[in-house]
């Protein structure tokens, strides 16, 4: 299935995705995060105005089963391995599930843009594609790994929103 989903923030574009992408900006957001339990920078550098970094996520626990299927919470834990271009306000990145046995049955990678509205406000917009090969429940399962993976996004841009406050009002 294709998403798309769009968080809007105050401040230029430019300031938001620097932000964003700032080295170990995932530990100072997880505490106001709910929808997170675990998060930790694996790796992160920065060559001419493009960061590469790679992320582990373990979600809290909210899909206890797809079908008859019993889903550990392990399963849903994943690395984000992600490249951000800030001149041009673009990320690609994949998701990479830590579980073999889950990362051969999904597949999610897209892009984010960060464009600026105005002086004081930005949009970011993440668009993807998250595939479930399952025989019959996969199209159900991207439903409700997309829903769950929304709330996840929503959560974070909440986060990082009250972050950009914080910082420009010190």
């Known amino acids: 299935m294709?998403?798309?989903?769009?968080n809007?923030?105050?401040?230029?574009g430019d300031e938001v995705l620097r932000t964003m992408f700032q080295e170990g900006i995932t530990e100072q957001l997880l505490p106001s995060m709910s929808s997170v339990e675990q998060a930790e920078t694996l790796e992160w550098s920065e060559k001419d105005g493009v960061i590469r970094r790679k992320v582990r996520y373990?979600?809290?626990?909210a899909i206890k089963s797809v079908g008859p299927?019993?889903?550990d919470p392990m399963w849903m834990e994943w690395i984000e391995?992600?490249?951000?271009?800030?001149a041009r306000g673009v990320v690609t990145y994949v998701n990479v599930p830590t579980t073999p046995g889950?990362?051969?049955l999904l597949k999610n990678r897209g892009q984010?843009?960060?464009r600026t509205l105005s002086d004081t406000h930005s949009v970011r917009e993440v668009t993807g594609e998250l595939k479930v090969q399952v025989f019959l429940l996969g199209a159900v399962a991207e439903r409700v790994i997309y829903s769950y993976a929304k709330d996840i996004i929503d959560d974070e841009a909440h986060?990082?929103?009250q972050f950009l406050q914080t910082a420009r009002e010190s």
């Not at 809007?8 to 230029?12: D, R």
């Not at 373990?58 to 626990?61: A, E, F, G, M």
């Not at 391995?81 to 800030?86: C, F, I, T, Y």
């Open 2 to 6: 294709k998403y798309r989903i769009e």
């Open 69 to 71: 299927k019993k889903v």
């Open 112 to 114: 984010m843009h960060v």
């Open 81 to 86: 391995e992600s490249e951000a271009d800030l």
């Open 58 to 61: 373990l979600p809290v626990p």
């Open 8 to 12: 809007e923030f105050h401040g230029p």
């Open 102 to 104: 889950v990362a051969k």
């Open 159 to 161: 986060a990082l929103e």
